[in-house]
């Protein structure tokens, strides 16, 4: 049994597009599954090193839920450099003023820190309304079940 490795001059892959509704689907959960489709590992053809992975839009970002106490508990940190330029907010004032970041920050912690990882997170648009600019590109609509069932 071998194992192919997949060259930039040999996959001449065309990215797909796919839309995701966040309406009361769950942020951890949502941001796994969106890194696995940006990243390609998704496809038979996923290459560590190279970038073999499809465009996601996500609208509805406002309408993002979490459990237990992160609504008021979970912080986002944001620096501008300056000494003294840190800038604390909770998830509800965050989301009440930039839906978008909270999803776009949980994508990109689970990108690679690297080149390829800040290319990869172009790959990602994020809108805080049902409606989005990219109907040119045909996305497809994803459905993603991100509520956990509690059966055994």
């Known amino acids: 049994m071998t194992t192919k490795t997949f060259l930039p001059s040999e996959t001449s892959l065309e990215p ?19 890194a696995r489709i940006i990243r390609g590992k998704n496809k038979p053809i996923y ?12 609208v509805n970002a406002e309408k993002i839920q979490v459990t237990g106490k992160k609504r008021t508990q979970k912080l986002y940190r944001r620096h501008s450099g300056r000494p003294g330029g840190m800038k604390i907010e909770t998830f509800d004032k965050l989301q009440a003023r930039i839906p978008e970041r909270i999803i776009e920050q949980a994508v990109k912690g689970m990108l ?13 648009k994020v809108y805080a309304g049902p409606d989005h600019p990219h109907q040119a590109q045909k996305p497809e ?9 509690g059966g055994n």
């Open 16 to 34: 797909k597009w796919y839309v995701i509704d966040a309406a009361d689907q769950r942020l951890g959960r949502l941001a796994s599954e969106v």
């Open 47 to 58: 290459t560590p090193h190279l970038d073999t992975g499809d465009f996601v839009i996500i």
């Open 112 to 124: 690679p820190k690297n080149t390829l990882g800040r290319n990869l997170f172009t790959k990602l």
């Open 141 to 149: 609509t994803l459905t993603l079940n991100t509520i956990p069932t």
